[in-house]
């Protein structure tokens, strides 16, 4: 069972009190967009084996979306924060580092 920490209210729990969206950074297509860009937009996602940046919901909680820095292998949530971020901030992607140092990086 995944444990979030929401950035918006601070309320950690469990991941049922959330919803996924996805991988997180992705640019929108839309209008505008060739139809191969909003192709790959729709259905093409990463599915690494290691360290993944998703987008979350607190579903049940304050409705904000926020993105988890987390390992699909070992499922250690390294960090949360704020969606309106371009990227992890340093401490989160730090403590990724250190554990891929420690040979546990989910390669």
Do not use: Q
């Not at 729990?13 to 139809?35: I, K, L, V, Y």
């Not at 093409?44 to 988890?68: D, I, Q, S, T």
Request: charged content about 25%; aromatic content about 10%.
């Amino acid at each position: 069972m995944l444990m979030l920490t929401c950035p918006a209210c601070g309320v950690t729990a469990e991941e049922t009190e959330f919803a996924a969206g996805g991988e997180a950074h992705r640019r929108r297509e839309g209008p505008g967009s060739s139809e191969e860009a909003f192709e790959a937009y729709l259905f093409a996602r990463a599915n690494p084996r290691g360290v993944h940046l998703e987008r979350w919901r607190h579903a049940f909680g304050c409705g904000k979306w926020f993105h988890a820095a987390r390992s699909t292998v070992t499922l250690e949530v390294f960090g949360t924060y704020p969606a309106d971020l371009g990227a992890p901030p340093e401490a989160i992607l730090a403590a990724i580092r250190a554990r891929a140092a420690g040979g546990e990086g989910g390669r």
